[in-house]
């Protein structure tokens, strides 16, 4: 059974930081793009980053770029995401994803992240 | 903001049918494929179409997709009780380089 399970969430300040993983199991995780999908409270879906099977290439949508950073450890088999200089905007469920083929087909349950200002 | 337009709400009785348009443009739905996502009430999203039309194990053969030019469409046919949840679309965005949710669509039964 494929599961993903994000942990790091929490109340942070504005301006600082905060990591999320996401550990997952039931599939050979080097085989696939990775993926994190935001939802601010009472909002819609929002694409936050994604990353390829070796790493080597990442796309992040603009609102977090030169902010966030998504990495991987293929050996520990979980999915990162570095948020730095966090914004009240930020705050919202962030969700890992399994990415085939720019399909999201296997999600998390989200961990929360509250920015305070 | 999204780039992908979907009706706010859509409703129906249980046995009707029900549809989903989702509008995008040029960079994404025209030129990629086009994907749907189901939201049950507080619960994470599940994939419930890919490539424009298909359907993953387990999905029911009610839920069908389509695209045409820069939009496209969720069908729900024999709408049930537990079909009541928020359905966005998505699609790659070449201009973006970017994923792209629609707005998403409440579905009621009413």
């Known amino acids: 059974e494929v599961q993903l399970v994000e942990s790091g969430g929490g109340l942070v300040q504005a301006g600082g930081s905060l990591r999320l993983s996401c550990a997952v199991s039931?599939?050979?995780?080097?085989?696939?793009?990775m993926t994190w999908v935001r939802q601010a409270p009472g909002k819609g879906l929002e694409w936050v980053a994604n990353?390829?099977?070796?790493?080597?290439?990442?796309n992040y949508v603009d609102s977090v770029k030169g902010r966030f950073t998504i990495s991987r450890d293929n050996v520990k088999r979980s999915l990162y995401l570095q948020m730095n200089n966090l914004r009240s905007e930020d705050t919202a469920v962030y969700y890992c994803?399994?990415?085939?083929?720019?399909?999201?087909?296997?999600w998390g349950r989200g961990t929360l992240i509250t920015v305070s200002s | 903001q999204s780039v992908l337009t979907q009706p706010p709400s859509v409703s129906g009785t249980p046995g009707q049918n029900v549809t989903i348009s989702c509008s995008g443009s040029?960079?994404?739905?025209?030129?990629?494929?086009v994907y749907w996502y189901q939201q049950l009430p507080e619960t994470a999203p599940t994939l419930l179409i890919y490539?424009?039309?298909r359907r993953p194990s387990g999905v029911p053969d009610r839920f069908s997709g389509s695209k045409s030019g820069t939009s496209a469409s969720l069908a729900i046919s024999g709408l049930r009780s537990e079909d009541e949840a928020d359905y966005y679309c998505?699609?790659?965005?070449?201009?973006?380089?970017?994923?792209?949710f629609g707005t998403g669509t409440k579905v009621t039964v009413l």
């Open positions: 998505a699609a790659w965005d070449n201009s973006r380089s970017g994923y792209v």
């Open positions: 040029s960079s994404n739905i025209a030129i990629n494929y």
């Open positions: 490539r424009n039309n």
């Open positions: 039931g599939f050979t995780f080097s085989n696939y793009w």
């Open positions: 990353i390829k099977e070796d790493g080597s290439t990442k």
């Open positions: 994803g399994r990415w085939e083929v720019a399909a999201i087909d296997s």
